[in-house]
């Protein structure tokens, strides 16, 4: 979720929601642990920030213990309030979080010689202004991390280089062959969203 206007200034100013990211890889797993974080793995963030380069996040993953998310549908949900955001898939909460009694701007401990860019607004700024639902598929990007490995091929670019797509699109004769259509696209059954 992005916010409807930039109140506050651009990302992460105005703040973001993740209810899900999840990188679709059957075979992406952790070099140190071996540990999946492919298509059985779900994680929810929220970020804020004065800048890019001060961007604060808070996220957790939730694992599906005896499937896929791409097994079947899921219910991802967000509680949202003042008081506290809380995001979850099915009956599991992934990430619960309450909004910091001294407001985001001292939880981020940003250095002492920048401005509040959050003092107009309430103790949940930026989360104190309307926010669009956003569903997209996506590629590249920070999930795709240099300490995890996609197996049988290997990611064909690195974090930050200026030609990263150049390079995921030069090697599409091996990933391509893997998506299979409809069986590899985001499929949505419905969407609620109730103000309480």
Do not use: C
Not at 8 to 36: C, F, K, Q
Not at 54 to 77: A, I, L
Not at 93 to 103: A, E, M, Y
């Amino acid at each position: 979720m992005l916010p409807v206007d930039n109140a506050y200034g651009g990302w992460p100013r105005s703040g973001e929601m993740d209810l899900l990211e999840a990188v679709g890889n059957r075979h992406y797993t952790s070099r140190i642990t071996n540990r999946t974080r492919g298509i059985a793995v779900a994680h929810s963030t929220i970020h804020y920030g004065e800048s890019r380069a001060q961007d604060r996040r808070h996220g957790e993953d939730y694992t599906f213990p005896h499937s896929t998310f791409g097994d079947g549908f899921h219910k991802y949900w967000l509680d949202w309030t003042e008081n506290h955001i809380i995001m979850g898939v099915d009956d599991h909460p992934i990430l619960s979080w309450n909004t910091p009694p001294h407001g985001y701007w001292q939880e981020g401990e940003f250095p002492s010689n920048l401005h509040n860019v959050w003092s107009s607004g309430t103790k949940s700024a930026p989360f104190d202004k309307p926010f669009y639902l956003i569903l997209d598929v996506a590629v590249n990007g920070g999930q795709f991390s240099e300490n995890y490995v996609n197996q049988p091929y290997p990611k064909p670019w690195t974090l930050h280089e200026p030609d990263a797509m150049q390079k995921f699109w030069a090697a599409r004769h091996l990933w391509k062959p893997t998506w299979h259509g409809e069986g590899t696209a985001m499929k949505i059954r419905s969407v609620k969203m109730q103000q309480y």
